[in-house]
């Protein structure tokens, strides 16, 4: 292709369905937002059962949001919402064709990430030391007993799915910042960088959906 | 620094801005289900901003849009139609009955 | 018929030296390994065509023990075959069936473009739904599942002793097949359009896979986070369907009918695509109402969601909730309804052959009526409390999966054969196929209409015998059934190497895909096609010239 430039603008060439790179990243990123669709309704189950727990029993509810760590929840929602900062940074550093700069906003977004999920496994060992966890060690006397090992149940698994989702996101950023570091993307073409951009504001999103409703359920209360 | 655009840094100040509202006012007593109906009025919002600014919504084709907005008029849907049996279902309460829970049967792990 | 052909176009010399089953290589590797949508859809149609009949044994064994009142198996082992059948046949076979296997061969060629969007992802599906096939089939070697199909809880999540947690991992894994080739054919058909193929030039073929794959995208993750919630439960003991722990049972049943009704459209709306082809084909007239047809399709992926309810009448949900249900169920009779009519009044005045594609399609047309008909007494609250969980719903939808999919299924195999394979099979054969499998199907079903009115119970092992008479009826007609399933296995398989070439268009068809020679080469066109002209331009005017 153009090997003949010193500092080689990569502009692969379309695969061969498309007629042009600009019908190809249309396509890519149209996909990513099919895809988050189908995202939505995945975690649309589990709120809805959230939803119907919380309607036939707030007390409970209630009671169980109380036990929450609501101190290492929002400061993850500000690292959540600091990395989807970083990552509209590397897209905008992208568009412009900063090499450098992508590079190292994208190592920001994934240690970030990181930091969110230390933090995660920080708060669900202590949620095991206090045997909070449904199924395996659960102990819980008092009215609400019931009601907060549910609460707990869809806890760990609202958490955990997004969890894996906020891992796969890592591993997607840090394979786009190894990759902009070998100068794969220019400022025409950084499409994989953009897709996985939507995908980590996408994760960022959910979270700020789980926040409330786990760690604010009850704080008004007593 | 690095060329960080203005907009993006608005937005996430905004963010923090919202994050601590929703958290200052979760401790604030509020009649009814007011403080689960801010908190999530605030995450709405939240949300606004990282779709259209940081994944440029505002900008994206019709099309792009119609497909967010499919993903959240089926949610809406499961929502809704659920709602006219959970709303509306009288359930009896059983009561102390000694009923079994799931624990008394073993699966073996299948 | 195929005197009107193509114009321009010398049409022997296509018996394509260079096409898509030579040009990549034809050692494993170069199958295992293509992205091209024509192999993978050749791979989906050799895995389909096993799950078809292991479901399809599943059904004989059933049907043979209901000869007699006292059944011939346990139980636990009839428990198990009716489940093997209900999941293998739901997503192993029905789910993919159309999309994946003609889906993927023609929507690109269809809209005049070279694959799909994403080849990896549509290869990715495959391999998921091996995956998850392989999975099914293990859970059933080494013991099976006793739950049916639904997976009701809590009896699934708590108190079933099969290898539920498996079956739940193999159907989740074969959902995310199921999305991927839903997000490929709608990002396709949005962005890979040849020019001039405007929407409404497009064949209804593509608009109702359209349809389908919008359902498929937006159902199925609630099915797989439903399941999910399953297993969980299942393998801690404590989860949010225990009512025990305060759970509801009925939640489960919501999630679950929130895909699996929609899924129901999944299944027929690609049925509907491939009648709406043959029908205008072999009636050499185009297709009434176009657009009435399109826009149904897409109504009825929508209005698809707003009905699942109407499983649970019995269940417990609010009588007001009920009726809700109820109302909007009779609403999507009316798009169905509005097809019927439009293949109906293009079949008026035609030119019509009883070609073995047309015979299927008009079976379709009268089996389709039937089970949509005897749907609207089942949205019928009252007479819903007489008949669910009877083999009145039994009939009635396996008139709309076995009567309409499996005939569209035919249909189409037999329409686009000879440009998969370009091979002409045997006419004579497949028209006696498609009469017995009308007959035969007829035969079997139409007898648990009356049993099921009569109030016998569906899934039980055995029966009262004042109910035998209908049942050998029923079984008699499984095995005409059978019959005219195993035939096109044959002459199908003999018409590979034996038939006659069949040329670029044997039907003198419209359409893009008509336009390259059979079987078409590995991009499908060697120049990219311009588009003139509305679809189904049949009789009135020449054929198009617009490739």
Known sequence: MSDATPHPQPVPRPEPQYATMDQQAEAASFGMWVFLATEVLFFGGMLLAYAWLRASHPDGVAEAGRHTKVVIGSVNTLVLLTSSLTMAWAVHAAEHGRRTALTRLLAVTALLGLLFLGLKGYEYHGEWAEHLVPGLNFQENGPHARTIELFYFLYFLLTGIHGIHVTIGIVLIAVMAVRARRGAFSAGYFTPVEVTGLYWHFVDIVWIFLYPLIYLAGRSGP | ?110 | ?547
Not at chain 3, 163 to 192: D, K, Q
Not at chain 3, 307 to 329: C, E, K, N, P, Q
Request: one cysteine or more.
């Open chain 3, 1 to 547: 018929m195929t005197t009107a052909t193509v114009t321009g176009k010398p049409e022997e010399p296509v018996v394509a030296t260079k096409n898509y089953l030579t040009e990549e290589g034809t050692t494993l590797r170069s199958w295992l390994l293509t992205r091209d949508h024509k192999r993978i859809a050749i791979l989906y149609t050799l895995s389909l065509t096993v799950f078809f009949f292991v479901g399809g044994a599943a059904a004989t064994l059933i049907r043979l023990n209901l000869v007699t009142p006292a059944g011939i198996f346990t139980p636990d082992i009839y428990n198990r075959l009716f489940t093997l059948h209900g999941i293998v046949m739901v997503w192993f076979f029905l789910i993919p069936s159309i999309p994946n296997t003609m889906g993927n061969f023609l929507i690109p060629l269809m809209i005049g473009a070279k694959d799909l969007a994403f080849p990896r992802l549509n290869l990715l599906s495959w391999y998921l739904y091996m995956g998850a096939g392989f999975l099914a089939l293990f859970a059933i070697l080494i013991g099976g599942v006793d739950t049916g199909w639904t997976f009701y809880t809590p009896f699934s999540s708590l108190y079933s002793n099969g290898y539920v947690v498996l079956a739940l991992a193999a159907v989740f894994a074969v959902g995310f097949s199921s999305i991927l080739t839903g997000l490929n054919f709608i990002v396709t058909t949005h962005r890979l359009r040849a020019p001039g193929m405007t929407w409404y030039r497009l064949p209804v073929f593509v608009w109702s896979n359209y349809a389908t794959s919008v359902i498929m995208v937006l159902a199925t993750p609630v099915l797989a986070i439903t399941l999910l919630l399953v297993a969980v439960e299942r393998l801690l003991r404590v989860g949010i369907f225990d009512p025990a722990l305060g759970g509801d049972p009925l939640l489960f049943q919501h999630l679950f009918w929130f895909y699996s009704h929609p899924a129901v459209y999944i299944m027929i709306l690609p049925g509907f695509g491939v009648i709406s082809e043959i029908v205008p084909c072999f009636a050499r007239k185009p297709l009434f109402g176009y657009k009435f047809v399109v826009w149904s399709s897409i109504a009825i992926s929508v209005i698809g969601f707003f009905v699942w309810a109407h499983h649970m009448f019995v269940a417990g949900i609010s009588l007001y909730a009920g009726l809700v249900f109820s109302l909007l169920s009779y609403v999507i009779a009316v798009p169905s309804a509005i097809k019927v009519f439009n293949w109906t009044a293009t079949l008026h005045k035609g030119w019509i052959s009883f070609d073995a594609p047309m015979l299927y399609a008009l079976g379709f047309i009268g089996l389709f009526t039937i089970g949509g008909l005897t749907g609207l007494f089942v949205a019928n609250l009252a007479f819903d409390v007489h008949v669910t969980d009877t083999y009145f719903v039994v009939a009635h939808f396996h008139y709309i999966m076995v009567g309409g999919m499996v005939s569209a299924y035919f249909g189409g195999l037999h329409y686009w054969w000879p440009k998969v394979t370009g091979r002409l099979y045997p006419e004579w054969w497949a028209r006696i196929a498609a009469l017995l499998i009308f007959f035969g199907f007829n035969l079997t079903f139409f007898p648990q209409f009356i049993l099921g009115y009569l109030g016998m119970e569906r899934r039980y092992y055995a029966y009262p015998p004042e109910f035998q008479a209908w049942n050998i009826f029923s079984s008699a007609g499984a095995s005409v059934l059978a019959v005219g399933y195993v035939l096109p296995f044959f002459y199908l398989g003999w018409s590979l190497f034996r038939g006659k070439r069949a040329g670029s268009n044997p039907w003198a068809a419209t359409g893009l895909e008509w336009k390259t020679p059979s079987p078409p080469p590995t991009h499908n066109f060697d120049r990219t096609p311009t588009v003139t002209r509305p679809p189904y331009q049949y009789r009135p005017e020449p054929e198009p010239q617009d490739v």
């Open chain 2, 1 to 110: 620094m690095m060329g960080l655009p203005r907009t993006c840094l608005i937005t996430w100040a905004a963010l923090v801005a919202l994050l601590a509202a929703t958290l200052g006012l979760a401790y604030v007593p509020m009649p009814g289900p007011l403080n689960i109906v801010l908190a999530l009025g605030i995450s709405v919002a939240k949300a606004l901003l990282v779709l259209a600014l940081f994944m440029k919504l505002f900008r994206a084709p019709a099309l792009t849009r119609a497909a967010a907005a499919a993903g959240l008029f089926w949610l809406a849907v499961l929502f809704a139609l659920s709602a006219t049996d959970y709303l509306t279902r009288k359930v009896e309460p059983a009561g102390d009955l000694p009923a079994p829970t799931g624990r008394e049967y073993q699966s073996g792990g299948r």
